[in-house]
Nanobody, 125 residues
Framework: VQLQASGGGLVQAGGSLRLSCAAS????????MAWFRQAPGKEREFVAV????????SYANSIEGRFAISRDNAKNTVYLQMNSLKPEDTAVYYC???????????????????WGQGTLVTVSS
């Protein structure tokens, strides 16, 4: 599978964005999918993960209920709805695929075999 992230942009604090990650290939439904982010000068950080069928999700504590991950396996796409954005959410956001599904630890980047190219989200204060 190959991944293409999109939907980033410039938004004011308090605003919303929806990121999309489109996958090529027929095996999309067999992958657990996650979003990570990397701010300038910082390490890549786990944001959210969703199971193969979409029934289970998990989020980083820092998200505090502001983001929601979802997927549409018919469209080979995973989404990240981001609300109440803060300047500290500014980062490049990456989608990633885990062929082992939604396996712990969710936040370990080594669990994910395929990565998208990233999409930049900038939140102004």
């Amino acid at each position: 599978v190959q991944l293409q992230a999109s939907g980033g942009g410039l938004v004011q604090a308090g605003g919303s964005l929806r990121l999309s990650c489109a996958a090529s290939g027929r095996a999309f439904g067999s992958y657990g999918m996650a979003w990570f982010r990397q701010a300038p000068g910082k390490e890549r950080e786990f944001v959210a993960v969703i199971s193969r069928g979409g029934a289970r999700t998990s989020y980083a504590n820092s998200i505090e209920g502001r983001f929601a991950i979802s997927r549409d396996n018919a469209k080979n796409t995973v989404y990240l709805q981001m609300n109440s954005l803060k300047p500290e959410d500014t980062a490049v956001y990456y989608c990633a695929a885990n062929p082992r599904g939604m396996s712990t630890p969710y936040g370990d980047p080594r669990r994910y075999d395929v990565w998208g190219q990233g999409t930049l989200v900038t939140v102004s204060s």
